[in-house]
């Protein structure tokens, strides 16, 4: 049985086969959006990590850990296939590769401080690579840039939660604070090109109130990471997000291919 990430990837793509008239430049949007996916996945590897370690959603954890390393795999590969010949290129498709085994490696071995810390170093590598394949490749349109900000919002709630989870196992640097206030304010950046987008149908738009009512609630769960901790309710604030996001980018992905 297919996971229900593979599922949902491959009916994100298949809205981009066949579509001639499509008014995004399709190869490109599909590498941006794999790039993303990428992205997506380095964060959510070291949240689920985290989160099975401290035996915190033990089940839930494990289930996001499987599912996005599949992704993870098959998204690096689809970059190798899809980027260009330049050396710079080559070498990030290689480094991309190599993390991911070494990280896949490190995931049988006892859990040890250095073992998480390397966790959140591959979880910076595989993101810093994407972001560069990502760079090279411009979806064309509104649409296409309305899906990237999708995405964008996505891959920011995994980050945030990443570093507050983090913080749980004990890495409390000054600097994994500073990144997790950053990626709140990302988001919150994001949000405003969200509410600006002024052509969601009713149904949709009832998903944006419900992510401009619960964002706040989230935020102050999110920055009071060094207050207090509570990793399930953060754990549920960012799947419920992330819930209505997808109905966003499933509406964007629509409307790239009118």
Request: aromatic letters at 8%; one cysteine or more; proline letters at 2%.
């Amino acid at each position: 049985m297919k996971s229900r990430t593979a599922v949902a990837a491959a009916a994100f793509c298949a809205l981009y086969v066949g579509t001639a008239s499509a008014n995004v430049d399709q190869q490109e949007l599909d590498m941006l959006k794999t790039a993303k996916d990428v992205e997506i996945c380095s964060q959510k590897i070291a949240k689920a990590y985290f989160y099975k370690q401290l035996d915190i959603r033990a089940d839930q954890a494990d289930t996001d850990m499987k599912e996005s390393l599949s992704q993870l795999q098959s998204s690096i590969k689809k970059l190798a296939a899809g980027s260009g010949d330049s050396k710079d290129e080559k070498n990030i498709n290689k480094f991309l590769a190599y993390t991911h085994s070494e990280l896949d490696s490190m995931l049988s071995k006892p859990y040890t401080k250095e073992a998480g810390a390397l966790m959140i170093d591959y979880s910076e590598s595989l993101l810093e690579g994407a972001n560069n394949l990502g760079g090279k490749h411009k979806g064309k349109g509104a649409e296409a840039g309305m899906i990237a900000e999708v995405d964008q919002l996505l891959f920011l709630l995994e980050r945030v939660n990443k570093y507050y989870i983090a913080h749980k196992a004990g890495f409390k640097d000054y600097n994994n604070v500073v990144q997790l206030e950053k990626a709140v304010k990302d988001f919150e950046d994001g949000l405003a090109k969200i509410n600006a987008y002024s052509s969601y149908p009713e149904n949709v738009q009832a998903n944006v109130q419900n992510i401009n009512k619960f964002w706040p609630v989230a935020k102050e769960f999110y920055l009071g990471v060094q207050e207090q901790a509570l990793p399930v309710i953060v754990l549920a604030s960012t799947d419920k997000l992330e819930q209505e996001i997808k109905a966003l980018e499933r509406f964007h992905a629509q409307e790239a291919v009118k």
